[in-house]
């Protein structure tokens, strides 16, 4: 296997929480990001040709695919609430191997309410949850406040801030007006959950967890709500190089642990997730587990550029450089079509 | 974009895609029923190409750049699963596109996740297990008689008398089989006696039409259901009747429309007990579009036998398209 073509979205503008056309490529990489990543996959000895997941992508991918051995895929899409479903459909329609999974889970996985209604149908700790639009909220809810509210299609933190949390029926209305203003998307709304948070990386056809990393929002700097909010993913997190509240691997009981490893396989295994992917979990005040949400393609930014990446920083914690864990995506979805290494 | 080009995108059916001949012969009847809504969407004045849903056709579509696709396909690659690459390919095209969406698609081309959905916002099904192979444990809720389908696969494929079992010996010989001969999980459920009624859903931006049908068997079989024979054989073992539904029974197959992201057109297989309990057992997303006259099955015989004309729904739908992609 010697060619490799790597699919991603390219980020314009930096998010802005106050500019709501930036938030809609916060799930994009930077042009930085993507150099970079080209870089070690090239240095990883892959002839690689990279193509910006566009209209265009189909054209491209079509005239290449008798060179292509396998595409990295790390793209998230354009258009439509189905969009991290359309390069492995048209890959799938191409006929070409590819990393990570197929349309099916891609699609329910960037729709946290269906993914959450599967994992509830599997017996899979998950909140449950409202799905609201600008007219659906009235008084009706039966939930107590604090609730969380979130846009239902983003990812990456995109529409998470300190307004997230709301305490009360007029902030709720206002916060599932601001979501559907700005996304164009109904709101999740759910418990806040005040207890620990984590995220559980996870590898390989059946898959291994590498060391679990928790977000320990007490060591944020109190102008930050004690979860991960797209303020504290992007601006203190990657502007600041602020990262000493990420604990890897998390200190935890060993009953949690195990409580969080189930989770998490079950999931792979409902949801139908293959070579990789990344779930957040957050526990109530009794440190029950929840799951929040899964991420696949999660980021994978080189460590130079973003020291907080998750899942860099998991794969560093179980003794893997950033290139071994390209190579062991790649490996692992090799494997899976039988592709000679 | 080509304001007069509509296209026809319909599976494209090769044997060699398909394990079996029964399988094959599922698919084989788009592309006919495909040319004959293609003269019906040329009765409105509009200029239609037929394609089959394959790579090449994706490529000659963005070059079209049509109005919109009618998306005829079933299958690709002879698999029911991956059907989401068309609308999610044309969504990454922008180029609109009748029926459900990727989401919908990929809901609906599992059993499972289509039950399992319902399940959470309450519609009435009959209890159910997936099996993903013949050996896990059977869930001692379930009662006895049960019947085995496969769990992505429509149009009665292997569904016939040997399909419902009565001993956990016989079920997971069934299980055993199924996935054996189709490679795909298995879904069982409980066998609820009663009518079988078959339900359209067609989305209107006023008021949605919603038809239904009682299917009556000529022949009385110990367990009656929609065979592979009644679907796809050449002799008539069954009639329809008209058959009206209450008002409970339209809500919920509004609500699991909705619920299920089905757009423009779905059917709903419901069987109604001897005690008026009504339980849905199949919803479908895209179900064979066409007039009567062809194998659209209940999509052409309820609108024929609500006097409904074939080209009138066309162009309901064709407004619809035009309203959700503007």
Redesign the interface.
Known sequence: MKNIAFLYNVRHHYPDPKDSKTLKETDFDDPETTKLQIKYLRKLGYTVFPIEAN?K???KL?RLKNKIDLVFNVSE???????E??????L????IPYTGSA??AQ??ML?KA?AK??L???NISTLPFYLLGRNDVNSNISFKYPLMVKPVSEGSSAGITNKSVVRDFVQLKKQVNYIEKTFGEKSLVEYYLSGREFSVGMVGNPPRILPILESDHSLLPKKYLPFDSLEVKWFFEIESKGHDHLKIPAKISESLKRKIEKICYSLWNAIGIRDWCRIDIRCDENENPYVLEVNSPPGITPPEHDPACYIVRMAQASGMEYEDLLQEIIYTAAKRYGIKI | MNNKIIVVLYSEAKRKYFSTEEHYKTELEVFPRSKVVKKEIEKLGYKVILLPG??NS??KL?KIKPLLVFNLVDS??GKE??I??I???L????IPYTGT???GL??N??KF?TK??L??SGIPQPKFQLFTNKNIRLDNSLKFPLIVKLNESHGSLEINQDSVVESENKLRNRVGFLIDKYHQSVIIEEYIRGKEITVLMIEDKEESIILAEERIFFKKEKYPLYSYEAAWGEKEIYDCISYKLNEKIKEDVRKAFKILQFKDYARFELIIDKNGNHFFIDPNANPSFGPYGTTSGPFGYLLFLNKIRFVSIVKKIINNVSRRFK
Do not use: W
């Open positions: 209209e992508a189909y054209l079509y899409g354009l258009h439509g609430s189905d969009r479903a359309q390069i492995p459909a048209i799938e329609m191409l006929q349309p099916l699609a329910l729709d269906k209604e599967i509830l149908e599997n | 394959n790579a994706l490529i963005k690709v690659f699963e991956l989401q690459i609308p999610a390919t969504d990454l095209f922008t969406d990727a989401i990929s809901i081309s599992s996740l399992a959905i399940n959470q």
